[in-house]
């Protein structure tokens, strides 16, 4: 059995956010004070998240993301990932993380079975870094990604969303990056997610801050980008690749050429709410029925069911109920 909806998308691909806490307060996903958390018992376990997945498994489910929040602040993170890596048809489960943690567990996370990590990265400047992630280290990013490279997490992805009076001027030097190094960087719009409120001093007001699909291709216009082929993981990003280089190019970009058409995910809440689609309201409450010994299979099918053919951003409607750290990306 698989689980298709009913555009005839099969959905193979489950994100699981594992914690909506962060050790950081990017300025585009959560408010520098007051970010309120979960109460930790609403949070699922390690077994109850590994019951979705193995649920997930049966119908077809073959690749796990974990995500959050930060999910490298999860003390039993190992254990997440060797469960779940442990389970029939399973065939990956991969992380995106701010790296903060990453020097000292990509060895034992590898060790648990863990195969890639997708690494956060806005700008190549420290002091800049440290602005829009509210005090974040790019050393400790780099070290990160040296020990995840040494522990044969690869290939590495670099997600970078890009913000208009920010960052988009350091496209082509992030873009530079992939030359030399077997490094996938995506350039991800701006998605208005829970980050309408002002960032603060120094960072650009809401109506400014959007920076489109084909200003970036402008921006990369001298690199004379040529089509390749994506790398493992098939997300939806569209990929490039500068003549001669190593790594790779993509765009995500939800508002100006959405993807929705090939979407294949399903996301499950840190609080055990399993979510449809990223970008609108409407989620299956699971962890009730986890926590009263109920079947998830229906409720699986339920969310299936129940996906939208495509967001609605272009019409204004925006996601409302959660944040980005609370979805998990
Ligand atoms: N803490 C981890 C990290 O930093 O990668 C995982 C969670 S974070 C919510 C997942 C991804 O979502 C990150 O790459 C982050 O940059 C991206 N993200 C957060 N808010 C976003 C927004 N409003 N628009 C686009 N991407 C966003």
Redesign the pocket.
């Known amino acids: 059995m698989t689980l298709t909806d009913r555009f005839g998308r099969a959905i193979t691909y489950l994100r699981i956010?594992v914690t909506d806490r962060?050790n950081?307060r990017?300025v585009?996903?959560l408010p520098q004070h007051g970010a309120q958390w979960l109460a930790r018992e609403n949070q699922l376990s390690v077994e109850e998240i590994a019951r979705v997945v193995e649920t997930a498994a049966r119908v077809g489910v073959k690749r796990i993301r974990l995500?959050?929040?930060?999910?490298l602040v999860r003390p039993d993170m190992a254990e997440i990932v060797a469960r779940i890596a442990s389970i029939a048809g399973i065939e990956e489960v991969s992380l995106?993380?701010?790296a903060m943690l990453l020097e000292r567990l990509a060895r034992p996370l590898a060790d648990a079975g863990l195969k890639r990590v997708?690494?956060?990265l806005?700008t190549l400047d420290a002091d800049k870094f440290k602005r829009i992630t509210r005090g974040g280290s790019l050393d400790r990013l780099w070290r990160g990604l040296a020990a995840a490279e040494a522990a044969g997490l690869s290939p590495l992805k670099l997600?970078t969303?890009v913000v208009n009076g920010l960052n988009a001027d350091e496209l082509p030097a992030l873009a530079r990056l992939t030359i030399e190094n077997p490094w996938h960087v995506r350039f991800?719009?701006?998605?208005?997610?829970?980050?309408a409120q002002d960032w603060g001093e120094g960072f650009p007001v809401r109506s400014e801050r959007y920076f489109s699909l084909q200003e970036m291709r402008a921006q990369l216009s001298t690199f004379n980008l040529e089509p390749a082929t994506q790398p493992k993981g098939n997300g939806p990003a569209r990929t490039f690749r500068i003549p001669g280089a190593l790594g790779t190019i993509g765009f995500i970009s939800p508002l100006g050429e959405h993807f929705c058409q090939n979407c294949n995910r399903l996301r499950l809440t840190a609080d055990g709410y399993l979510r449809p689609c990223l970008l609108l309201d409407g989620e299956i409450n699971v962890r009730e029925a986890l926590r009263s010994n109920e079947p998830i299979l229906p409720l699986l099918q339920r969310a299936v069911d129940s996906k939208p053919e495509g967001h609605e951003l272009l019409m204004q409607h925006y996601p409302e109920s959660r944040r980005?750290?609370q979805?998990?990306?």
């Open positions: 956010s962060c950081l990017c585009y996903c995500t959050g929040g930060e999910p995106t993380t701010n997708n690494v956060s806005d997600n969303v991800i719009e701006l998605m208005p997610v829970g980050n980005m750290a979805i998990g990306g």
